[in-house]
């Protein structure tokens, strides 16, 4: 497996790739690697013939009140998990690669990008928008894998891709969950055991929503149970993230996202 750090150096040996006809696949990542992350590199060798996995913790998707300062960095135990799951190729670019001096573009995206998350997170899909423009113009892949852990990041990037005329397919990979519930994320390092012992309620609390429960008693047993405060918890259109429509015949999904002391937790279910 090699790493490169360049965008010149991804683009030589993609290229080097393409001219022997293999179909190239993108994992983008902040690191800080989990099994969520290993099952996006399965995922990506079952459709494609060669899988580059980028990390990068980019700055613009944090506001600056955010954890940008202490999000978990292992570049070294990364590299060790992408090697063991068969990636082929890590991009691991600077700052500076990613935004040189002088740069001055961003992407804005509306329509799903505009509830949840959207509320109380501003500024965060217009990073995270701009830097999934830019990993895509880099690689150029063929597709590209996402979880739907994230599902609000995975509908907006959906989205600008659409808009975009983007000429890649993007690809949801369902969320891994611990034996209790809890969806794997590189945030739950931050919580302490007894923060810990609660973390799942969250999985329970939006899977009962799924199955029918008001989703105000649901954020309420939530503070009952220890969390400090629950930004949203809401039914909504699976695909435009709409408010769902009661009696709809379609998909929906409920997306929560609360506070356990000072650690933000997202989840999601379909239904
Ligand atoms: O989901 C993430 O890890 C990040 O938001 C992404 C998509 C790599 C963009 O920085």
């Given amino acids: ?25 993108l994992v983008p990542t902040m690191g800080a690697l989990h099994a969520g992350h290993i099952a996006l590199v399965g995922a990506a060798l079952a459709v494609a013939d060669k899988v580059v996995v980028s990390l990068f ?23 060790g998990k992408l090697g063991g799951a068969g990636a082929h190729l890590v991009w691991a670019p600077p700052v500076s690669e990613m935004y040189p001096e002088g740069y001055a573009t961003h992407i804005v995206v509306e329509g799903a990008a505009l509830p949840l998350e959207g509320v109380f997170r501003p500024h965060h ?34 989205q600008m891709v659409r808009d975009l005329t983007l000429p ?21 390092a931050y919580l302490s055991d007894d923060e810990r012992y609660i973390a799942p309620m969250l999985h329970k609390a939006i899977s009962e929503v799924a199955r029918g429960r008001d989703p105000r008693e649901a954020a309420d047993a939530l503070l009952t149970v220890g ?27 409920v997306l929560a996202a609360a506070w356990l002391g000072k650690t933000r937790l997202i989840d999601n279910v379909g239904f």
């Fill in 1 to 25: 497996m090699e790493l490169v750090r360049t965008i010149n150096h991804l683009r030589a040996q993609i290229a080097h790739w393409r001219e022997a006809g293999d179909r190239i696949a």
């Fill in 57 to 79: 913790v980019n700055p613009t998707q944090f506001a600056p009140h955010e954890d940008l300062a202490r999000y978990p960095r292992d570049e070294a135990g990364d590299l």
């Fill in 125 to 158: 899909f217009g990073g995270v928008a701009t830097v999934v423009c830019k990993l895509l113009s880099a690689a150029m892949p063929d597709v590209a894998l996402f979880g739907e852990k994230d599902y609000q990041q995975l509908a907006v990037i959906r």
């Fill in 168 to 188: 890649v397919l993007i690809q949801g990979v369902p969320t891994v969950r611990e034996p209790d519930g809890l969806a794997l994320s590189s945030r739950n």
């Fill in 227 to 253: 969390f400090s405060k629950v930004d949203y918890l809401e039914v909504c259109d699976a695909e435009t993230l709409a408010p769902y429509v009661a009696g709809s015949e379609r998909p929906g999904r």
